[in-house]
């Protein structure tokens, strides 16, 4: 069994899960080290080039735990929205004839 969940139904993602908090923890780890070492980069340090890497990885892994999550979602919500636009084009049309 995996630690991180990559497979989701709608009503799942749609829940707080473990997945949430590590992304809330990783975030700001994430551009804080993106931040800072930019910063220090610019003045050619090398632990500057170390901590944006670091940074680099942290926003990958993010992207990594959470994207599956968000697809699942953003599907979910487009074909919503595609049902109520097309019930709301059914109910101008009968307003119109």
């Known amino acids: 069994m995996s630690l991180l969940r990559r497979k989701w139904t709608p009503a799942d993602a749609d829940d707080w899960t473990k997945e949430d908090i590590l992304v809330m923890v990783v975030s700001p780890l994430a551009y804080i080290a993106l931040t800072l ?56 049309r009968w307003e119109e004839d």
């Not at 930019?38 to 680099?56: E, N, P, Q, R, V």
């Not at 993010?62 to 595609?82: C, F, G, N, R």
């Open 37 to 92: 070492g930019a910063a220090l980069s610019f003045f050619l340090l090398w632990y500057g080039f170390l901590t944006l890497g670091i940074g680099i990885l942290l926003t990958i892994f993010m992207h990594w735990v959470i994207d599956p999550k968000l697809k699942v979602i953003s599907t979910e919500y487009e074909a919503k929205q595609k049902r109520y636009l097309e019930e709301l084009e059914k109910k101008v």
